[in-house]
Antibody, heavy 117, light 106 residues
Framework: EVQLVESGGDLVQPGGSLKLSCAVS????????MNWVRQAPGKGLEWVAV????????HYVDSVKGRFTISRDNAKNSLYLQMNSLRAEDTAVYYC??????????WGQGTLVTVSS | DIQMAQSPSSLSASVGDRVTITCRAS??????LNWYQQKPGKAPKLLMF???TLQSGVPSRFSGSGSGTDFTLTISSLQPEDFATYYC?????????FGGGTKVEV
């Protein structure tokens, strides 16, 4: 069974940092592009970042460029999102999701990040 | 960046109705268009990829069409479990943008 489990969400002050993790199982992690997608309270979905199978290619939405870093450890079947210089507008549920060209077929349950003083 | 405009933003329908949601890309994306369904408090679920290919396990009352810039998602006969929010998303080039969503309600 394919499983994606996010962790690391928390309450953090503006300007602070947080690192999210996504532990996967049930498929060969190293053969898939992986994404982070977020959803602010009561709002729509916003794609955040994607990373290629070997980590050689990464892309970000403009609003997080220079502040967020996506990474992966294929040996640990884990995806990460390092978030620095956090802003109130980064408050959202963050999902990890598998896939790229043919859509994101598997998603985690999400982890809540709240940026507030 | 490619912008995705989805319409309507919400609609009211009844069980058994035929429902159509449209999505327009700001530039051509071939058939790199995906549709998701999301229910409150849940992660999105992939319904359709490559504009018209049904994801495994998705009922056949869902169908998709289009290519280039204009796409549609159709639910042929709305069922109680279909009341949800639907999103289109382009996977042609990053950033992999989503449409604003269409809430289908009673």
């Amino acid at each position: 069974e394919v499983q994606l489990v996010e962790s690391g969400g928390d309450l953090v002050q503006p300007g602070g940092s947080l690192k999210l993790s996504c532990a996967v199982s049930g498929f060969t992690f190293s053969t898939y592009w992986m994404n982070w997608v977020r959803q602010a309270p009561g709002k729509g979905l916003e794609w955040v970042a994607v990373i290629k199978q070997d980590g050689s290619e990464k892309h970000y939405v403009d609003s997080v460029k220079g502040r967020f870093t996506i990474s992966r450890d294929n040996a640990k079947n884990s995806l990460y999102l390092q978030m620095n210089s956090l802003r109130a507008e980064d408050t959202a549920v963050y999902y990890c999701a598998r896939g790229y060209g043919s859509g994101m077929a598997y998603w985690g349950q999400g982890t809540l990040v709240t940026v507030s003083s | 960046d490619i912008q995705m405009a989805q319409s309507p933003s919400s609609l009211s329908a009844s069980v058994g109705d035929r429902v159509t949601i449209t999505c327009r890309a700001s530039q051509g994306i071939s058939s790199y268009l995906n549709w998701y369904q999301q229910k409150p408090g849940k992660a999105p679920k992939l319904l359709m990829f490559a504009a018209s290919t049904l994801q495994s396990g998705v009922p056949s009352r869902f169908s998709g069409s289009g290519s280039g810039t204009d796409f549609t998602l159709t639910i042929s006969s709305l069922q109680p479990e279909d009341f949800a929010t639907y999103y289109c998303q382009q996977s042609y080039s990053p950033p992999l943008t989503f449409g604003g969503g269409t809430k289908v309600e009673v």
